[in-house]
């Protein structure tokens, strides 16, 4: 009988590293036909044309799977020039421009899948491991569709959101035999573990594992200790990835995970799911915190490593935390006074709060409005705050050394035009420094009760996911509220809340996807948007 024995270890200085996992079979150590030196595991990350910052699960997987003995290497696709990662139109916002050359970015001008098959038949990994979001998995899946034949038998697990909510998608499409669903620093390690040892691979909790044409369902195991993680490295990633755009330029930007998961219902995310998920097969909500003093160690330590010069904190609701705890944090990052963004719900803004983050030298924050009526958000988003609770927390972020925006939601199921206005019209009651220009198409994202609702209702094919290589066919189409017009609201969106209600009319002559619309479109930007691009919002 073979037993899995799990122990925490500790590197000199105190910084620990994940559960190491030891084989030990009773009276004599069972021979391994592989040591973790030479077992090769490449992290892919798909991603829309530079749409997002390094990934911080990139990071922590090369900490985890380096402080275990293996080889690792990673393939980025951010920096590529091609219509299969720059295809993203789910929304457009009016931003404020800058410029990549600022920094020496540069895009790629070479073939994505060329260079993928490249880097694999030169890594020649024992295992890819590929991180993806609902919206890349198309870009992963023709990452892997593109791999010679023999290539294509290297084992491939699965992991993130997607993987998550979506399992079945990925082994129908028969690009991996693994899939990992929740949080994976364990059941990556253990994995790479076991295909060292030439262990059985069937029974590893929070994977799915197809094998001998039967389906394993593990379920999930136990929660990852968030203080026990090891900090993220980024050394994988070239130089450049650091880069992120806000407030018209680019900075030095990394993430720094202060929460896990959120506390919150809202129907449109799947951030419940996850909650939902734990408690039914761990006992315990998904949702939980880093010690304060673990998240400054990490802070400390990035820094240190790489100048930063803006903390992007990986927290759904940043706010969401005790008083003690809040004070305890402005106090201490007054020691660094790194500008940062963060996003949070209006009923954790108070002047207290804004206080507070302005003595930490905020940039931006994101507050969520996502509708403008009450009720609707009541009903369908799980969101209880009414009209004036929100006004209120923009009021206290008012004339402040950051800036703020709200983040809003159109084409929602059983929407209408009318309540897509009363959005805009709540909008424009707000103080003038706010800029609520986050105009978000809905994305039936799977693992959320609004796609489900979609769904049930006949607004959405069950066998839709929203994909990259196709955005729009997410994009609900209901009798009262089309497709093409939730886009053209969209695209107008920001007109909507400047231009005077008597000039809505030519605004809405832009809204149609067409040469005549996009030059009216333009000439009504330069007119009422002087210095704002029609852009992806950053």
Sequence with gaps: MCIVHIARTYRPGGNPMVQQIELRTPGKRRDVWKKPSDFRVLLVYPNIQQAAMMPYSMGLFTAILRDQGFQVDLFDSSFYVEELTSNYVHYRTFTKQFDWLERDVRFRESNMLDDFRAKVARFQPDLIAVSVVENTYSIGRAMMRALPAQDRKIPTIWGGPFATFAPNFILRDNVGDFVCRGEGEIALVELCQRMCDGRPLTDIPNLWVRSDGQLYRNP????????????????????????????????????????????????????????????????????????????????????????????????????????????????????????????????????????????????????????????????????????????????????????????????????????????????????????????FIFSPLHGTELRRIAESNGYLDPETFCDISDPEVSILDQPQLSRAEVIGIAKCFGLYQTAPKEDWD????????????????????????PGDAVAMAD
């Design 220 to 439: 999930l195991g136990e929660r990852v200790d968030l203080d026990q993680l090891p900090f993220a490295d980024y050394s994988l990633f070239e130089e450049q990835a650091i880069y992120r755009p806000m407030e018209g330029r680019l900075w030095r930007t990394i993430g720094i995970e202060s929460q896990r998961g959120c506390p919150y219902q809202c129907t449109y995310c799947n951030s419940p799911g996850n909650n939902r998920m734990a408690v039914a097969e761990q006992g315990s909500k998904f949702y939980r915190r880093k010690s304060l003093d673990r998240v400054m160690a990490e802070l400390d330590h990035l820094n240190k490593r790489h100048d930063i010069e803006l903390v992007y904190w990986l927290a759904d609701t940043f706010l969401a935390v005790p008083n003690k705890y809040f004070d305890e944090l402005v106090e201490r990052y007054e020691d660094y006074r790194i500008p940062f963004w963060m996003n949070t719900r209006s009923e954790t803004m108070t002047e207290h709060a804004a206080d507070g983050l302005e003595r930490m030298n905020m940039l931006r924050t994101s507050i969520g409005v996502e509708h403008g009526n009450a009720e609707y958000r009541r009903k369908m988003l799980k969101r209880f705050q009414t009209n004036d609770q929100l006004r209120r927390a923009f009021e206290v972020c008012s004339g402040r050394s950051f800036s703020t925006t709200g983040n809003l939601i159109i084409g929602m199921p059983e929407e209408t035009r009318e309540l897509i206005f009363e959005t805009i019209d709540f909008t424009r009651s707000l103080p003038d420094d706010i800029d609520t220009v986050g105009c």
């Design 506 to 529: 030519r605004v809405r002559a832009a809204e149609p996807e067409t040469p005549e619309a996009n030059a009216k479109l333009e000439e009504l930007v330069r007119h009422y948007r």
